[in-house]
């Protein structure tokens, strides 16, 4: 499974941001996929799953602000991303689990700074 996450970039604090994931390969492996961000000095930490179920699980931090969808192809995951805040700054990856070995697949990670 191979994952190419994009959408990252510049935004102003109150801004929004969508970033977007495909996989590709062998996704029939896959039974849920999320987005984890990274920032500087901190460890990776979960910002939202999503099911092919279609349930969904978010940080605390990103509850109310961040939606996590599923394209038609199922392929694809999404996070539309509203009234960013400058602690939102971080590595964005894109994950994707893989349920027969129980294993993680993981994106190249996109940045998303939010700055006035």
């Known amino acids: 499974v191979q994952l190419q996450a994009s959408g990252g970039g510049l935004v102003q604090p109150g801004g929004s941001l969508r970033l977007s994931c495909v996989a590709s390969?062998?996704?029939?492996?896959?039974?849920?996929m999320g987005w984890y961000r990274q920032a500087p000095g901190k460890q990776r930490e979960l910002v939202a799953t999503v099911t092919t179920g279609g349930s969904t699980n978010y940080a605390d931090s990103v509850k109310g602000r961040f939606t996590i969808s599923r394209g038609n192809a199922k392929n694809t995951v999404y996070l539309q991303m509203n009234s960013l805040k400058p602690e939102d700054t971080a590595v964005y990856y894109c994950n994707a689990h893989d349920f027969i070995a129980n294993y993680d697949y993981w994106g190249q990670g996109t940045l998303v700074t939010v700055s006035s």
């Open positions: 390969g062998s996704i029939f492996r896959i039974n849920a």
